[in-house]
T-cell receptor
């Protein structure tokens, strides 16, 4: 069974600070990694994709991937109250390219 | 606009009843997926289909059935054999290998 692990939180951060979310995965052959944001009662929306080791930045979001350590992280800079949500890490199944395994999610609370 | 449409938004099931959740996409995506999400949990894969007339069981297929007769449509039936069907059901699709999945708005199923 492929596993993706996240700290469930809540991760409480003051407005304007950096939120740092972590995710570890068990499938060493995984090649695609995604972060989704899910507001309460809503469906997940994609915020970042990353495929290569290193950092990828998109606006206030930075994804970091380290395949050797089987670790992917998400940084949210200048956190806003609207960033309060659950963030889901998803990793592809190396044996079935598009099939994803999701972590349980990290709940983030940004306090004004 | 292109997207994934799930219906209905809310559904109630009586004891011993089968119910069908609809998922339609106009993104021309080959692969489609059904997930179940319980409160405070991540997404668990029920069934997926990589191509028309073919589908595979996910991690929690017992008590569910699907069909894929058209590229655009991937309905999920929750059978009476599923004893704990109360959950948020999400349909997703993806357009290519290692591409992210995109989600519909979900169907919330409850027992009457």
């Amino acid at each position: 069974q492929k596993e993706v692990e996240q700290n469930s939180g809540p991760l409480s951060v003051p407005e304007g600070a950096i939120a740092s979310l972590n995710c570890t995965y068990s499938d060493r052959g995984s090649q695609s990694f995604f972060w989704y944001r899910q507001y309460s009662g809503k469906s997940p929306e994609l915020i970042m994709s990353i495929y290569s080791n290193g950092d990828k930045e998109d606006g206030r979001f930075t994804a970091q991937l380290n395949k050797a350590s089987q670790y992917v992280s998400l940084l949210i800079r200048d956190s806003q109250p609207s960033d309060s949500a659950t963030y889901l890490c998803a990793v592809n199944d190396a044996a079935a390219g598009n099939k994803l395994t999701f972590g349980g999610g990290t709940r983030v609370l940004v306090k004004p | 606009d292109g997207g994934i449409t799930q219906s209905p938004k809310y559904l109630f099931r009586k004891e011993g009843q089968n119910v069908t959740l609809s998922c339609e996409q106009n993104l021309n995506h080959d692969a489609m997926y059904w997930y179940r999400q319980d409160p405070g949990q991540g997404l668990r894969l029920i069934y997926y289909s990589q191509i028309v007339n073919d589908f595979q069981k996910g991690d929690i297929a017992e008590g569910y059935s699907v069909s894929r007769e058209k590229k655009e449509s991937f309905p999920l039936t929750v059978t009476s054999a599923q004893k704990n069907p109360t959950a948020f059901y999400l349909c997703a699709s993806t357009g290519g290998l290692f591409q992210p999945q995109h989600f519909g708005d979900g169907t919330r199923l409850s027992i009457l």
